[in-house]
């Protein structure tokens, strides 16, 4: 039976695993947990969720609204867990991350066409069909390994996770419950700042203590989005006002206004216990975060289940090296996936996973490889990466300006032009499943 090598059971890792057997090739999956834990990983099960349960809006005028539509059409199961452990965000789709992952690993271990084995590889077969998603914090042997193989240095950038508090900890008498303008279902819990209290907290933010990152490179480059709040305040007063902390389209029920300044908390959990501090990634100190954050009047009690946390990613110079397929350039028979392709995000990343568990197996197979083409919001991330034209590569989130415009012009503005480009992508992605039998 046609057999294709993953490792890494991360987002992508699981995606790819469960592509390539839905394909009809036997898979291998190697995993390091338990035997090993990365710096940024805690839990045991697959696909864990490392910085925030969000996957982001739902809508087809967003562009991570169609790459969800688009893996759903596919069979994801990245997509499939999200819709089962689904927990209120308002008109995003936010997770529990336990249910989450425990759904996954559950599906991969169940199914006969995956074999799952456990233990830290330090290289690979390089002549066997092989997808490397050892994620973005692959380091030791391993990484020496994927050095040499591509002849090259890897580049990297540094990753930062937001806090998660105690939900009956938090002060509702100086919070309340709203989703912005009122969109989708009220599930934040909305933290209000005076413009007295936002000064005191903005004073003490640019002047806390940062935690020490030890070994990790000193030369912080901060992917723009995942930014830690203190560094983004440091850009001015007025940033965090603009981001993580805008007020605009949260009404104050107590005083009928909007706030100086709100913080935003999210469920993390089913059971609603949970709850993280929005766009708070952040790599200060365990106690300064208590101090600071507890500065937030609604959190000035808060019992913090865990602190934020600072981690290196890596990613690979992918334009120099990669294929549309996910594959290397000069061999065809190693695919890789995930961050370290230098898609950002949880879902491009399961999308990276999905297109190169498809092709490897597919080519074990002795059948063509599948271009997702520009067209499409999937394929436009594979094309992003693999850009030879591209200068200065950086990660990338999926957006509008990485998909392929319309041939036509549409009337009704932004909204109507994203809408009528989500609708064409959908239908590019039928297109290529009834071609190709997937």
């Avoid at 996973?353 to 083409?373: C, H, K, P, W, Y």
């Avoid at 520009?374 to 394929?379: E, N």
């Avoid at 009528?420 to 959908?426: D, F, L, N, Q």
């Amino acid at each position: 039976m046609a057999t294709v090598n993953i490792i890494g059971a991360g987002l992508a890792g699981v995606e790819a695993a469960w592509q390539a057997a839905r394909a009809g090739a036997f898979v291998k999956l190697y995993e390091m947990k338990p035997t090993r834990f990365s710096p940024a990983h805690k839990s045991k099960g697959m696909a864990e969720l490392v910085c925030s349960n969000s996957l982001r809006s739902d809508s087809l005028e967003n562009a991570v609204g169609i790459l969800k539509a688009e893996m759903s059409e596919l069979g994801s199961i990245v997509m499939e867990s999200a819709f089962a452990n689904r927990v209120p965000a308002g008109s995003c789709l936010a997770v529990d991350r336990e249910g989450f992952s425990e759904y996954i690993t559950e599906k991969i271990c169940s199914n006969p066409n995956i074999e799952v084995i456990t233990g830290e590889l330090e290289d690979f077969d390089t002549e066997a069909i092989t997808v490397v998603a050892t994620g973005p914090l692959t380091d030791g042997k391993m990484a020496e390994f994927i050095k040499e193989l591509l002849g090259s240095e890897g580049l990297s950038f540094f990753d930062a996770a937001a806090p998660i508090v105690e939900k009956s900890t938090v002060d509702m008498d100086s919070a309340f419950i709203a989703s912005r303008w009122g969109k989708g279902e009220a599930a934040y819990i909305n933290c209000p700042m005076t413009r007295e209290e936002y000064d005191a907290f903005y004073k003490a933010l640019i002047t806390a203590e940062t935690a020490k990152l030890h070994d990790f490179d000193e030369d912080l480059k901060v992917f723009e989005g995942c930014m830690p709040v203190e560094v983004m305040a440091s850009r001015g007063y007025e940033t965090l006002l603009f981001g993580p902390m805008k007020p605009v389209g949260l009404i104050d029920p107590k005083t009928g206004k909007e706030a100086f300044a709100t913080v935003q908390l999210r469920q993390d959990n089913k059971d609603a216990t949970m709850y993280n501090i929005v766009g708070f990634q952040t790599h200060l100190t365990f106690s300064e975060q208590k101090r600071v954050f507890g500065m937030i009047p609604a959190l000035k009690d808060a019992n913090f289940l865990r602190y934020g946390v600072m981690h290196r990613n890596t990613f690979i110079d992918s334009p120099r090296h990669m294929t549309p397929f996910y594959s290397m350039r000069d061999k065809r028979n190693i695919y890789f996936a995930g961050q370290m392709t230098g898609v950002e995000g949880y879902l491009e990343s399961a999308s990276s996973g999905m297109v190169a568990g498809i092709n490897a197996a597919r080519s074990a197979l002795g059948l063509s490889e599948i271009d997702f083409t520009s067209m499409s919001a999937i394929g436009a991330l594979a094309n992003y990466i693999s850009n030879e034209s591209v200068v200065n590569f950086q990660p990338m989130n999926v957006n509008f300006g990485i998909i392929a415009p319309l041939d036509r012009k549409v009337k009704g503005g932004k909204k109507a032009r994203n809408g009528a480009i989500g609708e064409r992508c959908i239908e590019k992605i039928k297109e290529i499943k009834e071609e190709y039998g997937l």
